[in-house]
Nanobody
């Protein structure tokens, strides 16, 4: 069983920044790809960014150049640095590990 604990969400004005963190614990034998998804009200869950154990990253087009995903393998933790936030970034952000999801953390960007 794998547990994902997220932190760092909140309310921020447009143009501001937030940093999300996700700590992975439990029956983790080898951490490969990890990432972040988000879900806005009335919309399906969508990929935001993923990072492999080797550091290769993939981003949704909507966040390229503004968000940065990173990981600390020693701490089994993945981060999402979000800059130049826009109201359309408002959503519940979920940490993802293969076959596991975090509980979600709310990010609200006011205009």
């Amino acid at each position: 069983q794998v547990q994902l604990v997220e932190s760092g969400g909140g309310l921020v004005q447009a143009g501001g920044s937030l940093r999300l963190s996700c700590a992975v614990s439990g029956r983790v034998f080898s951490i490969n790809v990890m990432g972040w998804y988000r879900q806005a009200p009335g919309k399906p869950r969508e990929l935001v960014a993923i990072v492999t154990s080797g550091g290769t990253t993939t981003y949704a087009d909507s966040v390229k150049g503004r968000f940065t995903i990173s990981r600390d393998n020693a701490k089994n933790t993945v981060y999402l640095q979000m800059n130049s936030l826009k109201p359309e970034d408002t959503a519940v952000y979920y940490c993802w590990y293969p076959n596991s999801w975090g509980q979600g953390t709310q990010v609200t960007v006011s205009s």
